[in-house]
């Protein structure tokens, strides 16, 4: 029999979100103030604040600074319903959704699940790797270094050792020169602290780019300076260099060399997952929802895309627009007070990106930004980094936990959380 979610309905028109991220929350909160019923799907209970899950993998921050319970963020609003669980298929027809709690009506969809790491059908790589596309990923790379470093400690020759030092990051976008450069600094000013009998001489960190330069998203100013930070650092960064294939042990690149690492961490692409139900044509490139200027579908009537999982290919943006974090907030914020206007029958606002710039922090007082009109680099740009996201970060007790561990890390370089804390899973021992 055919399972259907326990959720009542009300005389309200019914929202539903899929995805608690930056565009999902930011469409919640508007629609809360209207008169809908919304109900949130999210496959977790929290929401993620991912620009910062590389100072997590680096033992920098706890996970729950970064993470902020839905239910929490909803607490005591009417009209408002939270359920964990995971959407597989949609019915336009029906106006239902199937997900892992049973069948959910609704009156207006909106898919705002982002997206997965890409692995460009590499299966090894897949198995093999690390990414960073959510908090257990930050973990999981926080407990492999340290563990590593167990290891290397206990082996007997260089050699031997070698290969648990060797740190790679692939991809030469944010995300990876951020995590590449707070390697470099962790290896630098914090792990010969614990490590004392290891020489640190040989621990490598080395960044892998496929294009002739990282950050290619930004200035060229921006990038020549990160790449000149990250050398001083000591990152050995390989350009026009690609990932072949990775057992685990060996990483084979495409100018045929290999080199021996046990942690590969993989930041270089991502794709949106396919959900069944919508026709092939709806799906652009890396399998983003087409839709147009009021986020709608390709070809649907009620259901729209926001945020990374969408593509808004446009005369202005025919590649659609970045996936970072102001989009998605951006079009989370516009859909709610459209959403509002069509069911009283006036026109929708199309949607407009306002660009407030790109950031990339390299390390301590390093960091490049692209601002309208203005190009920053150094201790400033590093600042507004930094006040920019402790601002972003959800919850007063959050920004103030970040706030606290920065300042200490800040001051003596040595952050309390190198902890290899693994789930426990039944059956085995402690
Ligand atoms: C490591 C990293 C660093 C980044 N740094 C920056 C930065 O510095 N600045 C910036 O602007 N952007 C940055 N980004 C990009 C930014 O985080 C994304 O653009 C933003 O998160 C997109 O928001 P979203 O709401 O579309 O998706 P997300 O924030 O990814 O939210 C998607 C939500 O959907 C849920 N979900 C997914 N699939 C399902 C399903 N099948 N069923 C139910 N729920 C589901 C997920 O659990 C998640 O809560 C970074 C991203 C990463 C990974």
Redesign the pocket.
């Given at each position: 029999m055919k399972r259907i979610a326990n959720i009542p309905r009300n005389q309200k028109k019914r929202v539903v979100v899929?995805?608690?991220?930056?565009?999902?929350t930011r469409l919640v909160k508007k629609l809360l103030k209207d008169n809908f019923q919304v109900v949130l799907?999210?496959?977790?209970n929290y929401?993620?604040f991912?620009?910062l899950?590389?100072q997590v993998a680096m033992a920098g921050l706890e996970p729950s600074a970064i993470s902020f319970p839905l239910r929490r963020m909803f607490q005591n609003k009417k009209g408002f319903h939270f359920r964990m669980?995971?959407?597989t298929k949609v019915n336009p027809e029906k106006n239902e959704l199937e997900t892992s709690i049973g069948s959910i009506e609704y009156d207006y969809l909106v898919f705002?699940?982002?997206?997965k790491t890409n692995f460009f059908g590499n299966k090894n790589v897949e198995e093999k790797a690390a990414s960073?596309?959510s908090v257990s990923d930050a973990i999981f790379i926080r407990n492999k270094i340290l563990e590593n470093y167990e290891k290397a400690i206990n082996c007997e020759t260089e050699e031997e050792r070698q290969k648990y030092l060797n740190i790679v990051v692939v991809g030469g976008g944010?995300?990876g020169v951020e995590l590449a450069g707070s390697l470099a600094e962790l290896k630098k000013y914090i792990l010969p602290k614990d490590y004392h009998d290891l020489n640190f001489h040989n621990m490598k960190v080395y960044l892998f780019e496929a294009a002739p330069k990282i950050l290619g998203a930004m200035r060229e100013k921006s990038s020549e300076t990160a790449t000149r930070y990250l050398e001083k650092l000591n990152v050995e960064i390989r350009l026009n260099t690609a990932v072949k294939d990775y057992d685990g042990k060996k990483v084979l690149l495409t100018d045929g060399s290999e080199l021996e690492s046990e942690t590969l961490i993989w930041?270089a692409g991502v794709a949106a997952?396919r959900f069944e139900g919508f026709p092939e044509e709806t799906f652009g490139h890396a399998n983003r929802l087409l839709v147009n200027e009021y986020s709608l579908v390709n070809g649907t009537k009620n259901i729209f895309a926001i945020?990374?999982?969408s593509l808004m290919e446009t005369e202005d943006t025919p590649k659609g627009h970045p996936?970072?974090?102001?989009v998605?907030i951006q079009q989370g914020a516009l859909l709610g007070k459209n959403l509002k206007r069509m069911v009283n029958n006036q026109k929708p606002e199309p949607f407009k990106y306002f660009d407030k710039g790109v950031m990339a922090t390299v390390g301590r007082n390093l960091a490049v930004a692209d601002l309208p009109g203005l190009t920053l680099k150094g201790f400033v740009a590093w600042f507004i980094w930094s006040v920019v996201h402790l601002l972003s970060i959800s919850g007063a007790k959050n920004k103030i936990f970040v706030f606290i561990d920065w300042a200490m890390n800040y001051l003596v370089y040595d952050p309390s959380l190198r902890l290899l804390i693994r789930p426990k899973i039944k059956g085995h021992q402690d």
């Amino acid at each position: 029999m055919k399972r259907i979610a326990n959720i009542p309905r009300n005389q309200k028109k019914r929202v539903v979100v899929v995805g608690g991220g930056f565009a999902g929350t930011r469409l919640v909160k508007k629609l809360l103030k209207d008169n809908f019923q919304v109900v949130l799907i999210d496959k977790n209970n929290y929401y993620q604040f991912q620009p910062l899950f590389y100072q997590v993998a680096m033992a920098g921050l706890e996970p729950s600074a970064i993470s902020f319970p839905l239910r929490r963020m909803f607490q005591n609003k009417k009209g408002f319903h939270f359920r964990m669980g995971e959407v597989t298929k949609v019915n336009p027809e029906k106006n239902e959704l199937e997900t892992s709690i049973g069948s959910i009506e609704y009156d207006y969809l909106v898919f705002a699940t982002g997206v997965k790491t890409n692995f460009f059908g590499n299966k090894n790589v897949e198995e093999k790797a690390a990414s960073m596309k959510s908090v257990s990923d930050a973990i999981f790379i926080r407990n492999k270094i340290l563990e590593n470093y167990e290891k290397a400690i206990n082996c007997e020759t260089e050699e031997e050792r070698q290969k648990y030092l060797n740190i790679v990051v692939v991809g030469g976008g944010p995300a990876g020169v951020e995590l590449a450069g707070s390697l470099a600094e962790l290896k630098k000013y914090i792990l010969p602290k614990d490590y004392h009998d290891l020489n640190f001489h040989n621990m490598k960190v080395y960044l892998f780019e496929a294009a002739p330069k990282i950050l290619g998203a930004m200035r060229e100013k921006s990038s020549e300076t990160a790449t000149r930070y990250l050398e001083k650092l000591n990152v050995e960064i390989r350009l026009n260099t690609a990932v072949k294939d990775y057992d685990g042990k060996k990483v084979l690149l495409t100018d045929g060399s290999e080199l021996e690492s046990e942690t590969l961490i993989w930041t270089a692409g991502v794709a949106a997952r396919r959900f069944e139900g919508f026709p092939e044509e709806t799906f652009g490139h890396a399998n983003r929802l087409l839709v147009n200027e009021y986020s709608l579908v390709n070809g649907t009537k009620n259901i729209f895309a926001i945020g990374d999982i969408s593509l808004m290919e446009t005369e202005d943006t025919p590649k659609g627009h970045p996936q970072v974090a102001q989009v998605a907030i951006q079009q989370g914020a516009l859909l709610g007070k459209n959403l509002k206007r069509m069911v009283n029958n006036q026109k929708p606002e199309p949607f407009k990106y306002f660009d407030k710039g790109v950031m990339a922090t390299v390390g301590r007082n390093l960091a490049v930004a692209d601002l309208p009109g203005l190009t920053l680099k150094g201790f400033v740009a590093w600042f507004i980094w930094s006040v920019v996201h402790l601002l972003s970060i959800s919850g007063a007790k959050n920004k103030i936990f970040v706030f606290i561990d920065w300042a200490m890390n800040y001051l003596v370089y040595d952050p309390s959380l190198r902890l290899l804390i693994r789930p426990k899973i039944k059956g085995h021992q402690d």
